[in-house]
């Protein structure tokens, strides 16, 4: 420190000084530069936003004109047989709809049946039908924009008109092309719907056929002909139906959205050039660039004053300096020493906070004063969650700076006579021995939950954790330190099962919880050699016809001294301790032996079995479960394997890998308690899933009204657009059947059909469900 301190010299402070106004100046314009970027950035992403919505609200017209051809076409084939062959007699249907100007009807190979106009062609053109064939196969039977043919038959159509293709199914076969109906829409009609929108002076917008071909350009004066051709850069879009990029015309660069619809072979294109779009950036930027230069003259003035004060001041503090320096320099070196090794001693080198130690030598005097004046003193127990996973992804070294941050907003927010200490790991404790009451200690800890939850930044990455905290308040919960760590620590367990960010007050029955879980895993172990382990089926019915169509199994232990324990008591217990993996083989197996046993009685069925997340970790996973039925010989379609989607989340791409080669060996595989909140319709792509299976929390919302919840018929209308089977969970009632009926739900299962069957009850109730049936 004396040897930084001599070396300063009046020219290194000027120089600092010089360097400080270059740098403040360098801020100043950088600050303009990013305030510029951000604004211009801004500017592009907001008209880009208004300029989709315009889009789609164009499109959702055309879609809806598509609608309103259907409805011509049904007019004009209800009508067919009564049309003549004249075109005042085949234009008479028109006048359902005005939108459309004329229309023609060919059979299935093309050839013309009636027109509205003479001007039509009698044949419908070659590429033409072959779109329309094409766009059966592809999209079924779905009114469409054909590509135009440069090089082939010309269509004599006016300009204004735009042509739509309809295909009309067989009312006998309902899968074969009847009749085809060409339709032509105004063009007017459809510019004049953009008119009073505001789209600048260069705003248009376009309809663009399959093949790219311009069909439609429009601003706000109206249809434009014989404009300048854009032309597209590369598009910059993750979803296939939406997205934009630049183009350029005469010389000008445009910011072009886009909104496809491929069923019905469109694109709407809305464009505007950058420089009208920015010229509000560009007037403000202006004025910023003035007050810049102002700012950074005003600086340079600053600095060349301060260096006609430093001249005057150097002389006399030259000699001052030095004495000064060389007495500092003693002090300083003995309280450095001391502080070393007391801070050795007492703190934790990592996170700077006291150690276990010196925490619980301070807390245990706190405690004895806390008590003497009659206050509370409250333990915090704290564990970061997903700490681990962090430590692992990213290194120790992120690690490391992730527990010094965590450390550094703990002992911001601590009061006077507060500590805190690091345990280890990402273990922190914290003693608050203010005057406080008990409110204002649950108040103190939810502000430090919510603000160790706040994302960190480190080098450039940024992390979100949580922490679990428990609380154990003295002299409620215990008398000495060692006792209230402990129970902040069996409470701290307590919010981390209750979900992370969460804290808990201790609670005499956490004991006794956590004791019983000991015993419980303790005897897993035995459990699962001695075979305790037993199945119970509960059916799964199919709503259209209320037959049985197979079962799912419900693991149950048979314990010898607390009689049948249900999986809610053992199964978290199981994945927490890894037997897990070892429980999911044996109800494999059980389900595989009983399968067995039935195809031995003539009786062949499927059985559905729960997977869990450890499961689906295993390297071998997809080969143990071919093995086993292989060992009794099943056919794979008679299993199925329900997962959840947290389950493929630790190694997503090994669990999926295991469930495309299982489903591609017949086995079926349905993704359960859909509805959670962790699912959503646009990661079920990426899965290999047959069935969706609706959790029961939704089912118990419905009753069959009115007013019933419309996430359960859109969840089933998505899950059939998907062609994924649908299972409701918790039917309880028959109005919950009705409503699942109606909406055209697949199968149903729970207690309004039957429990969980063991193996002997099941022939009673099957004959019972069969008598049902007939009644």
């Given at each position: 420190?004396?040897?930084?301190?001599?070396?300063?010299?009046?020219?290194?402070?000027?120089?600092?000084?010089?360097?400080?106004?270059?740098?403040?100046?360098?801020?100043?314009?950088?600050?303009?530069?990013?305030?510029?970027?951000?604004?211009?950035?801004?500017?592009?992403?907001?008209?880009?936003?208004?300029?989709?919505?315009?889009?789609?609200?164009?499109?959702?017209?055309?879609?809806?004109?598509?609608?309103?051809?259907?409805?011509?076409?049904?007019?004009?084939?209800?009508?067919?047989?009564?049309?003549?062959?004249?075109?005042?007699?085949?234009?008479?249907?028109?006048?359902?709809?005005?939108?459309?100007?004329?229309?023609?009807?060919?059979?299935?190979?093309?050839?013309?049946?009636?027109?509205?106009?003479?001007?039509?062609?009698?044949?419908?053109?070659?590429?033409?039908?072959?779109?329309?064939?094409?766009?059966?196969?592809?999209?079924?039977?779905?009114?469409?924009?054909?590509?135009?043919?440069?090089?082939?038959?010309?269509?004599?159509?006016?300009?204004?008109?735009?042509?739509?293709?309809?295909?009309?199914?067989?009312?006998?076969?309902?899968?074969?092309?009847?009749?085809?109906?060409?339709?032509?829409?105004?063009?007017?009609?459809?510019?004049?719907?953009?008119?009073?929108?505001?789209?600048?002076?260069?705003?248009?917008?376009?309809?663009?056929?399959?093949?790219?071909?311009?069909?439609?350009?429009?601003?706000?004066?109206?249809?434009?002909?014989?404009?300048?051709?854009?032309?597209?850069?590369?598009?910059?879009?993750?979803?296939?139906?939406?997205?934009?990029?630049?183009?350029?015309?005469?010389?000008?660069?445009?910011?072009?959205?886009?909104?496809?619809?491929?069923?019905?072979?469109?694109?709407?294109?809305?464009?505007?050039?950058?420089?009208?779009?920015?010229?509000?950036?560009?007037?403000?930027?202006?004025?910023?660039?003035?007050?810049?230069?102002?700012?950074?003259?005003?600086?340079?003035?600053?600095?060349?004053?301060?260096?006609?004060?430093?001249?005057?001041?150097?002389?006399?503090?030259?000699?001052?300096?030095?004495?000064?320096?060389?007495?500092?320099?003693?002090?300083?070196?003995?309280?450095?020493?001391?502080?070393?090794?007391?801070?050795?001693?007492?703190?934790?080198?990592?996170?700077?906070?006291?150690?276990?130690?010196?925490?619980?030598?301070?807390?245990?005097?706190?405690?004895?004063?806390?008590?003497?004046?009659?206050?509370?003193?409250?333990?915090?127990?704290?564990?970061?969650?997903?700490?681990?996973?962090?430590?692992?992804?990213?290194?120790?070294?992120?690690?490391?700076?992730?527990?010094?941050?965590?450390?550094?907003?703990?002992?911001?927010?601590?009061?006077?006579?507060?500590?805190?200490?690091?345990?280890?790991?990402?273990?922190?404790?914290?003693?608050?021995?203010?005057?406080?009451?008990?409110?204002?200690?649950?108040?103190?800890?939810?502000?430090?939950?919510?603000?160790?939850?706040?994302?960190?930044?480190?080098?450039?990455?940024?992390?979100?954790?949580?922490?679990?905290?428990?609380?154990?308040?003295?002299?409620?919960?215990?008398?000495?330190?060692?006792?209230?760590?402990?129970?902040?620590?069996?409470?701290?367990?307590?919010?981390?099962?209750?979900?992370?960010?969460?804290?808990?007050?201790?609670?005499?029955?956490?004991?006794?919880?956590?004791?019983?879980?000991?015993?419980?895993?303790?005897?897993?172990?035995?459990?699962?050699?001695?075979?305790?382990?037993?199945?119970?089926?509960?059916?799964?019915?199919?709503?259209?016809?209320?037959?049985?169509?197979?079962?799912?199994?419900?693991?149950?232990?048979?314990?010898?001294?607390?009689?049948?324990?249900?999986?809610?008591?053992?199964?978290?217990?199981?994945?927490?301790?890894?037997?897990?993996?070892?429980?999911?083989?044996?109800?494999?197996?059980?389900?595989?032996?009983?399968?067995?046993?039935?195809?031995?009685?003539?009786?062949?069925?499927?059985?559905?079995?729960?997977?869990?997340?450890?499961?689906?970790?295993?390297?071998?996973?997809?080969?143990?479960?071919?093995?086993e039925l292989a060992l009794h010989d099943i056919a794979p379609d008679q299993l199925e394997l329900e997962i959840t989607e947290t389950a493929i989340l630790d190694r997503e791409q090994l669990a999926i890998e295991h469930l495309e080669r299982l489903k591609k060996a017949g086995i079926a595989i349905s993704l359960d308690d859909f509805g959670l909140g962790y699912a959503g319709f646009a990661h079920l792509y990426a899965l290999p899933i047959s069935k969706l299976k609706i959790d029961r929390g939704l089912i118990a919302q419905l009753s069959n009204t009115h007013d019933d919840s419309p996430i359960v018929s859109s969840t089933i209308a998505l899950a059939k657009r998907l062609q994924l089977q649908v299972v409701a969970e918790g039917v309880e009632t028959r109005e919950q059947l009705v409503y699942l009926k109606i909406s055209g739900c697949d199968y149903g299962q729970g207690y309004h059909f039957s429990r969980p069957l063991s193996v002997e009850q099941l022939p009673e109730f099957d004959e019972a469900f069969k008598l049902k049936e007939v009644a």
């Amino acid at each position: 420190m004396t040897r930084l301190k001599s070396s300063v010299s009046p020219g290194f402070i000027q120089a600092a000084i010089v360097i400080m106004g270059l740098v403040t100046i360098a801020f100043i314009w950088l600050l303009d530069h990013r305030q510029y970027s951000a604004a211009h950035a801004e500017a592009l992403d907001s008209k880009a936003n208004e300029h989709l919505n315009l889009a789609t609200i164009a499109a959702e017209h055309l879609k809806q004109l598509a609608d309103r051809s259907l409805a011509v076409s049904a007019v004009v084939n209800s009508t067919a047989n009564t049309l003549g062959n004249s075109p005042s007699d085949a234009s008479r249907a028109l006048a359902k709809d005005p939108v459309f100007n004329r229309f023609s009807i060919y059979d299935a190979r093309g050839n013309w049946q009636f027109h509205s106009h003479d001007n039509l062609p009698a044949i419908l053109p070659q590429h033409w039908l072959e779109q329309v064939y094409a766009q059966i196969e592809n999209h079924g039977f779905v009114p469409f924009l054909p590509v135009s043919d440069i090089s082939g038959p010309k269509i004599a159509a006016p300009k204004w008109h735009l042509p739509l293709l309809l295909p009309v199914a067989d009312p006998q076969t309902r899968g074969q092309l009847d009749r085809i109906m060409l339709v032509e829409m105004d063009v007017g009609y459809l510019a004049s719907l953009y008119q009073n929108i505001e789209m600048g002076y260069s705003g248009i917008i376009q309809l663009l056929d399959a093949a790219g071909q311009e069909r439609l350009r429009a601003d706000t004066s109206g249809v434009i002909f014989n404009g300048g051709a854009l032309i597209a850069g590369p598009e910059q879009a993750k979803d296939p139906r939406r997205g934009g990029y630049r183009s350029v015309a005469n010389d000008k660069v445009y910011q072009s959205i886009y909104v496809t619809a491929p069923e019905h072979g469109w694109r709407i294109v809305v464009s505007q050039q950058l420089d009208e779009i920015l010229t509000p950036v560009q007037t403000r930027q202006t004025n910023q660039t003035w007050l810049g230069i102002i700012m950074s003259v005003a600086i340079l003035l600053a600095i060349s004053w301060i260096f006609t004060v430093l001249r005057r001041q150097q002389a006399s503090l030259k000699a001052l300096q030095n004495s000064e320096q060389e007495k500092q320099r003693l002090i300083e070196s003995l309280e450095t020493a001391h502080r070393r090794s007391s801070h050795a001693a007492s703190t934790d080198h990592l996170s700077g906070l006291f150690n276990r130690r010196e925490f619980i030598r301070i807390a245990s005097d706190c405690l004895t004063q806390q008590r003497a004046k009659r206050r509370l003193l409250a333990i915090l127990f704290i564990d970061l969650d997903r700490f681990k996973s962090i430590n692992d992804t990213l290194g120790h070294k992120v690690g490391d700076m992730l527990l010094q941050a965590v450390a550094g907003r703990i002992q911001r927010m601590l009061g006077p006579e507060d500590q805190a200490a690091r345990f280890g790991g990402d273990e922190f404790v914290v003693m608050l021995a203010d005057n406080r009451s008990e409110q204002q200690i649950t108040e103190w800890v939810k502000a430090l939950t919510e603000k160790l939850s706040a994302t960190y930044s480190l080098e450039g990455v940024e992390l979100n954790t949580s922490p679990s905290v428990g609380i154990s308040i003295c002299p409620r919960d215990a008398q000495d330190i060692d006792e209230m760590i402990r129970c902040a620590d069996a409470a701290m367990y307590s919010a981390k099962r209750a979900g992370r960010g969460q804290y808990r007050f201790f609670d005499p029955s956490l004991n006794t919880s956590r004791i019983e879980e000991f015993h419980i895993e303790q005897a897993l172990g035995e459990a699962l050699r001695k075979r305790q382990f037993i199945l119970h089926y509960q059916p799964q019915v199919r709503l259209d016809t209320l037959t049985i169509s197979g079962y799912e199994a419900l693991v149950r232990w048979r314990h010898p001294e607390f009689g049948l324990v249900y999986p809610d008591r053992f199964i978290a217990i199981a994945e927490r301790s890894g037997f897990i993996i070892d429980l999911g083989k044996e109800v494999l197996r059980l389900a595989c032996e009983q399968l067995k046993k039935w195809k031995v009685q003539g009786i062949r069925t499927t059985v559905s079995v729960n997977v869990s997340a450890l499961q689906l970790g295993q390297e071998d996973f997809a080969d143990s479960v071919l093995r086993e039925l292989a060992l009794h010989d099943i056919a794979p379609d008679q299993l199925e394997l329900e997962i959840t989607e947290t389950a493929i989340l630790d190694r997503e791409q090994l669990a999926i890998e295991h469930l495309e080669r299982l489903k591609k060996a017949g086995i079926a595989i349905s993704l359960d308690d859909f509805g959670l909140g962790y699912a959503g319709f646009a990661h079920l792509y990426a899965l290999p899933i047959s069935k969706l299976k609706i959790d029961r929390g939704l089912i118990a919302q419905l009753s069959n009204t009115h007013d019933d919840s419309p996430i359960v018929s859109s969840t089933i209308a998505l899950a059939k657009r998907l062609q994924l089977q649908v299972v409701a969970e918790g039917v309880e009632t028959r109005e919950q059947l009705v409503y699942l009926k109606i909406s055209g739900c697949d199968y149903g299962q729970g207690y309004h059909f039957s429990r969980p069957l063991s193996v002997e009850q099941l022939p009673e109730f099957d004959e019972a469900f069969k008598l049902k049936e007939v009644a």
